[in-house]
């Protein structure tokens, strides 16, 4: 049974930073490309940013590109997500995503999901 669980939302301060963490289990992290995705209330769930192997193989939504930074540990099955210079509308729960070993960024790109994290950023 695959699982995704998320850690490290909380309550920052405009400009202040957070690191997400997603631990996996029940499949072959490797095999699998990781993504973040985030939805806001009333909003649907949008792209973040995918990994498939490590920095020269990651994507990120123009909106967060040069705050965040996905990186993993495939000998700890986690994904991770810097995020710097928060900003109140990065307010959202945040879902960390595992699908077929390319950089996708639609859902349909992926497979397993997680329960969320909720990141809330205070002006």
């Known amino acids: 049974q695959v699982g995704l669980v998320e850690s490290g939302g909380g309550l920052v301060q405009v400009g202040g930073s957070l690191r997400l963490s997603c631990a996996a289990s029940?499949?072959?992290?490797?095999?699998?490309?990781m993504g973040w995705f985030r939805q806001a209330p009333g909003k649907e769930r949008e792209f973040v940013a995918a990994i498939i192997w490590g920095a020269g193989t990651t994507r990120y939504a123009d909106s967060m590109k040069g705050r965040v930074t996905i990186s993993r540990d495939n000998a700890k099955n986690t994904v991770y997500l810097q995020m710097n210079s928060l900003k109140a509308e990065d307010t959202a729960v945040y879902y960390c995503?595992?699908?077929?070993?390319?950089?996708?960024?639609?859902?349909?790109?992926?497979?397993?999901w997680g329960q969320g994290t909720q990141v809330t950023v205070s002006s």
């Open positions: 029940g499949l072959q992290f490797r095999r699998y490309g």
């Open positions: 995503a595992a699908g077929a070993l390319r950089v996708g960024t639609t859902r349909e790109d992926y497979e397993y």
